[in-house]
């Protein structure tokens, strides 16, 4: 909780697992890293 040094999961949908935003932010900037590295274009 807030003051207990832990993180709290609070987006609870019925069909899908427990997380948060942050859980998410993390997801969505690994994929843009990976998205990115494989369509780098070299410059000539």
């Known amino acids: 909780g807030w003051m207990r040094g ?3 999961d ?3 949908l019925q069909w ?3 997380f948060n ?3 998410s932010a993390v997801t ?3 994929a843009c890293l990976i ?3 494989f369509n ?3 410059r000539p």
Request: aromatic share 14%.
């Open 6 to 8: 832990a993180v709290v």
């Open 10 to 12: 609070f987006i609870d």
């Open 16 to 18: 899908f697992p427990v």
């Open 21 to 23: 935003i942050a859980d």
């Open 28 to 30: 969505i900037g690994a």
């Open 35 to 37: 998205f990115g590295a």
């Open 40 to 42: 780098a274009r070299v």
